[in-house]
């Protein structure tokens, strides 16, 4: 029986189905990513509408309540309650007699009213307000300072507004709250006497040296201010009467015996909340009110 020849060559395997491609990992990650952007952002979305927008209304009323309460919490301040006379002012003001013009100045010995001759004036009386009477308001004439710690400046809030500026003695504030009820404080830089000065009107503090030709004046309210609202001062020993100028500049004598004298601008003041300045200044001092134990200078 013949046999048949077999052939060396091996059997072609049969061809393999061809393969898909996978996709980069990459693109699967991206895609991955990209879902749940959209998942936390749809979530995040409803969840505002829902309940977001409440909870940060809520959140920014607490903070405002926070500040209301730092702001208005009772510091304490010394010293800087208005005097008796501030409730005796006059119907009237302004007067003629003798061919003068007299402006009612205060109670006096509380027979004999007191008043400034303002027939030559370089300002219009007739522009006053007020009239509470000489030093109703008390002006700081003996400040008291205490280091941020003291028994009354550790109760001043950090949103409280200060002045500010660098004594030669070291940083000092002034708040805001004790300017505003006493319009001038008589102050120091070293040996050079100083006034620190509040107008209602414009809301600005600027600080002016109170010296004429090495004599020292010191200021005190009249109990006037401009129909801009910006005090009308006197100073103690001749009770000339002193009015800012607008651009700041100087205190210029408008009546009396310094008349036309000008007392100038010293420093610039940095206008702040008290947390900043305690933040820049930790070894300041503060203004926390006025010495009422020594009496009103006379000069």
Known sequence: MSQQPVDPTPPTPPAEPPKTPKPPRSSSWLSRVLIALIVLGLGGFLFWKLVGADLYEQVKEYQLAVEDRDLSAPVG????????????????????????????????????????????????????????????????????????????????????????????????AYPLGVLTKVEVVNDFDGETPIAIVYARGPDTVRLYRRDIEGTTVTLGTTGYATDEKVPLFYDRKTKSLWLEEPDGSALSCVNGEYVGTTLPAHKALERLTWGEWVGQYSDTDVVVGNDRSQPIPEE
């Open 77 to 172: 301040y010394l010293g800087l309650n208005y005097r008796k006379e501030y409730n005796s002012r006059p119907p009237q003001f302004h007067f003629e007699e003798d061919g003068k013009k007299l402006l009612w100045a205060s109670i006096g010995d509380g027979e004999t009213p007191d008043f400034y001759d303002v027939t030559e004036a370089q300002f219009d009386p007739l522009v006053l307000q007020g009239g509470f009477g000489r030093d109703s308001i008390p002006g700081v004439d003996y400040p008291i300072v205490q280091a941020p710690d003291g028994e009354i400046a550790q109760n001043i809030g950090d949103r409280n507004e200060v002045v500010g500026v660098v004594l030669e003695s070291g940083p000092r």
